[in-house]
């Protein structure tokens, strides 16, 4: 037990010092999107590192290494993404919005807020390392489940990033909202496979005499609370509803908030 409470604490110290160098970039750039950007690779470099966290004094096994592979191939993809966008930007219209609100009290009220995102996403990072250490050697049909759940996600998320990509980039789109593909079905098809990524930690962490595991159900959990309710949905939505209006909000009214169905006319938001 002591060693688990121990992993608890390493994980939540580094993100707090990985999230304070991100209140940095963000006060010296400008650019708040980098917060984002660090973030994933914050979560995978800590997730990855958890994974291969020997416990008692063993060595790495055959999950953990799958583990720490699986998170690491989500951070890269998502990260690299989330780079690329930042760069093209001046400033996330979601932070800027916040810093607005925040008036001359913006930088302070910024580094506790991102605090607090290190805070909430300790969970996550202890179901990863939970997951890794389910106390039996060999790979079983749930790891191989679990592992499918995440390449899913990965690429269900890649498809809708891509195809809002695309939209975005046809320059007869201006001004109008992204309903096309994935982005039919919900309004926010990106983070549903991201959440939907994070199924395969309890997957893999659920095991007979391991209470441990249990912690596992944190990460969609927490994952789930914090793209609806927190820094996901409400202020992209506000932000939208601020920029296209009457069109997002027929959008709203036909399309799913979150998760992917047949589209249908007066479909409540």
Known sequence: M???????????????VLMAFAWVVQQRSGNSGWVDTIWTFAIGLVGAGSALWPLAGEGSNIRQWLVAGL????????????AIRTAGITDDPRYAAFAAEWGLNAPRRMFIFLQNQALGSVPL??????????????LRIQDVLGAAILLI??????????????FRHDPGNHGKVCDVGLWRWSRHPNYFFEWFGWLAYPVIGLAAGYPWGWASLLAPIFMYWILVHVTGIPPLEAQMLRSRGERYRAYQSRTSMFFPLPPREGMAA
Not at 71 to 77: D, E, H, M
Request: overall charge positive; charged content about 10%.
């Open 2 to 16: 002591a060693m688990f409470l121990w992993g608890l604490a390493a994980i939540a110290l580094s993100l707090a």
């Open 71 to 82: 998170v690491a191939v989500w951070s890269l993809r998502l990260g690299t993404h989330i």
């Open 153 to 166: 996600g990965i690429a269900g998320e890649a498809q809708a990033d891509a195809q809002l990509r695309r």
């Open 125 to 138: 990072v202890f179901s990863i390392f939970v997951a890794a250490h389910v106390p039996a050697p060999a």
